[in-house]
């Protein structure tokens, strides 16, 4: 348990990194101000389309709306405002991912030359840089649609459902973990099999750490702000734990 518990509390660890490393704050303003941007105008319009929608089809926009329409309004909202939650954070993890991957190499390399006093040399052009970056989000998000949107059709199901729901739930944290451990695995050019096996080795660590991330990139506005924390985090873990077994397990 104390690996899971690490994992869960390890993002608080590394703020002390923006302090020590002030490049990364530097790194982290632009994907900040472009997802802040993004998430923000998306879902304050949503949110206003969706209230003055129910309060047409309730009329409870009225000036005399009574008690009934207001409760089935709220209601409404209510189950909508979830729902956009759920949608918002997907589209914040792919959209959001694939808009600030460049700048989260560039921020994992930072960190990276931190933990291991190592200069690290990339030839490649920024736009080859970028290319592979989203390319390697890209595949991450085919395959978390591969998985959780069969385990979210099997949760429809009346009793069992809950069983699939969970594993859900689970899923969410350990593709989470993936996520931002992977920055410094796809830098390396690991195959994603490779990949998958290293973050599911990590065990309980994994889930922790997924956890908070998951926790972090859920909550509205928050994952705006938090998301270079988690980026950092993810790195800095990923050689805290994995650094010296990296290249063993590559063979």
Not at 101 to 109: G, I, Q, R, W
Not at 142 to 148: H, L, R, S, W
Request: overall charge positive.
């Amino acid at each position: 348990m104390s690996d899971l518990f690490f994992g869960i509390f390890y993002p608080l660890k590394c703020i002390k990194l923006f302090f020590k490393v002030p490049k990364i704050i530097l790194y982290s303003l632009t994907p900040l101000i472009l997802n802040a941007l993004i998430y923000g105008v998306i879902f304050y319009f949503a949110l206003n389309w969706i209230n003055d929608f129910s309060g047409s089809i309730t009329q409870s926009n009225i000036p005399d709306a009574g008690f009934l329409n207001l409760m089935i309004h709220y209601s409404i909202m209510f189950i909508a405002v979830l729902n956009l939650l759920i949608l918002s954070y997907f589209f914040f993890i792919t959209v959001g991912g694939i808009i600030s991957a460049p700048f989260n190499e560039k921020v994992s390399v930072i960190v990276e030359e931190y933990k291991t006093g190592i200069k690290v040399i990339n030839d490649k052009s920024f736009l080859k840089d970028a290319f592979d970056s989203i390319k390697a989000e890209v595949v991450k998000i085919g395959f978390n649609f591969a998985v959780i949107i069969p385990l979210w059709l099997l949760g429809l199901i009346p009793v069992i459902g809950i069983a699939f729901t969970f594993l859900g739930i689970l899923f969410s944290f350990f593709y989470n973990a993936l996520d931002y451990l992977d920055i410094p695995m796809s830098r390396r050019d690991f195959p994603f099999k490779k990949k998958l096996k290293i973050v599911f080795e990590l065990g309980l660590l994994t889930f922790g750490f997924g956890f908070t991330a998951f926790l972090c990139m859920f909550i509205p506005f928050v994952n705006v702000i938090l998301k270079p924390l988690i980026v950092v985090s993810g790195t800095s873990l990923f050689f805290d734990r994995n650094y010296l077994n990296f290249k063993s397990k590559i063979d």
